[in-house]
């Protein structure tokens, strides 16, 4: 069978060819079944490594969320197989069930990384999908590596030609494009060859959905692991000879036209030059356990803090500058609840001047409710700006004493234009995964992680994600 690890001739350059006239299905399915990611840089593998270490430290640090509690107490329902553990724990359950619980443990904090070209949440659902899948072969770690990259390449170049389309039409890109992004590099790893790959992205196009409704709900979380679970299912079967339409992503009643009104997809200029999403695009890595979209105004709000010694007592008022699609569902005055809170620029925007900072410690259903907070979040009012950039926001705030003080950003910290160090995220990793390995285990486990490369088989790896003891 032909397949991604035969090293191909043109494999290298593969991944990068522009949609041609066999349209988009044909298209990708080619570019996995003829990547070779023998061939990739160091840097592209360093980044992706990067991705898996945020997704499993977030994913533990949200364990005993309520959401969490209910996919491990599905966990324990499913019989023992020697499938894929399930991290945090010593128990192993069926491949797709563990991508599901994995997957949906490590978005339940909102606080696993972005990617801008799908305009979602890539690790949560390529790790959840890839590491299980590795495990269950006894693949090496580099293998996780290179199906990172592909199923990210997938998912972007699909959300790169949808731009912000389906997005404003109510479907969550996480849910929707990450089923495909596995789907694809699943297929790499199970060595499908390209028809086989062209019917695994055409069973996970019927398989794709997830609403914005749901966001502040537990079933924004399940959306990623759903789309892990569906992603493996949908490799899986094309393996076993399941068929579905050749050109399912494009055409009418196609996934392009279904999600973003789009009958004959095309890809924007710079495809064919562009690179690697993984290195032209990157990840965007969060400091804070809320949506992304409100990254920026944090960063604004610390850094005032900081520089003006500012104070909750001095405020007047405090306005918020930020695109309207970002309003849309970020203007939450009196979130009800904990995942609510995530969503809510009001409730961020006064932690953040109050405390100083913003941590897992703050999102709970008993501290949302915080008196002084309560009182803060009612001199907080947004502002749409038509003419700002998606992730730009400013916040103008006004004292008791009439002076104005302000901030404009761009973006927030953790961006490929303004990373995060690697020393940082081993930080935030040791400190999420501590929550469940203790600080020892936890330290251990980051610098395996960061060694996955060299890790002859990942099934003896994934025991440091379990506690001991």
């Not at 580099?142 to 731009?163: H, T």
Request: neutral net charge; contains cysteine; charged residues 20%.
């Amino acid at each position: 069978m032909a397949g991604a690890a035969d090293g191909a001739p043109g494999a290298a350059t593969a991944i990068t060819d522009a949609v041609g006239v066999a349209g988009l299905t044909a298209t990708l399915a080619q570019l996995v079944s003829r990547f070779d990611g023998a061939k990739l840089e160091a840097e592209a593998l360093t980044r992706a490594k990067h991705g898996v270490l945020d997704a499993i430290g977030v994913a533990l640090a949200g364990i005993d969320e309520p959401v969490s509690k209910v996919m491990r107490a599905y966990a324990a329902e499913l019989p023992v197989q020697d499938g894929a553990t399930v991290w945090g724990s010593a128990r192993k359950v069926a491949l797709t069930e563990a991508a599901l619980i994995n997957g949906t443990l490590a978005h339940a904090l909102d606080y696993d990384d972005m990617n801008r070209s799908m305009l979602g949440h890539p690790s949560s659902v390529l790790t959840a999908a890839f590491l299980p899948l590795a495990e269950s072969l006894q693949l090496p770690g580099r293998k996780v590596l290179e199906a990172y990259v592909v199923g990210l390449e997938a998912m972007a170049r699909v959300g790169r030609i949808f731009g912000f389309k389906a997005y404003d039409r109510s479907w969550h890109p996480t849910a929707v494009l990450g089923v495909l992004g596995v789907a694809a590099g699943a297929s790499y790893l199970l060595r499908l060859d390209a028809a086989q790959t062209a019917n695994a992205l055409g069973i996970a196009a019927s398989e794709a959905s997830g609403i914005k409704k749901n966001f502040g709900a537990m079933m924004k979380s399940v959306h990623a692991g759903s789309a892990a679970r569906k992603g493996l299912w949908a490799a899986q079967f094309a393996q076993r000879g399941l068929a579905a339409d050749a050109a399912a992503l494009e055409g009418k009643f196609g996934f392009c036209d279904m999600f973003n009104e789009m009958q004959t997809p095309q890809e924007p200029a710079d495809a064919a030059t562009r690179g690697l999403d993984i290195m032209a695009a990157g990840l965007v890595f969060k400091q804070y356990p809320c949506c992304g979209g409100l990254h920026t105004l944090l960063d604004i709000m610390l850094d005032l803090r900081a520089k003006q010694g500012l104070q909750a007592a001095d405020v007047a008022e405090i306005e918020c500058r930020l695109h309207p699609q970002k309003v849309a569902y970020l203007d939450r005055p009196a979130p009800a609840e904990n995942l609510a809170a995530k969503f809510s620029v009001q409730y961020c925007v006064a932690v953040a001047l109050l405390n100083g900072k913003v941590g897992l410690a703050d999102f709970n259903d008993t501290i949302i409710f915080d008196a002084p907070r309560r009182a803060l979040m009612q001199k907080v009012r947004i502002t749409p700006r038509e003419d700002f950039g998606s992730f730009e926001c400013e916040i103008v705030l006004r004292r008791h004493d009439g002076s104005i003080l302000s901030g404009r950003m761009p973006e927030a910290r953790g961006s490929i234009r303004n990373p995060l160090s690697e020393a940082e995220l081993l930080a935030k990793f040791e400190d999420c995964a501590s929550v469940v390995l203790g600080a020892a285990q936890a330290k251990s486990a980051g610098a395996a992680l960061l060694a996955i490369d060299q890790t002859a088989d990942v099934s003896q790896m994934v025991g440091s994600l379990c506690p001991r003891g």
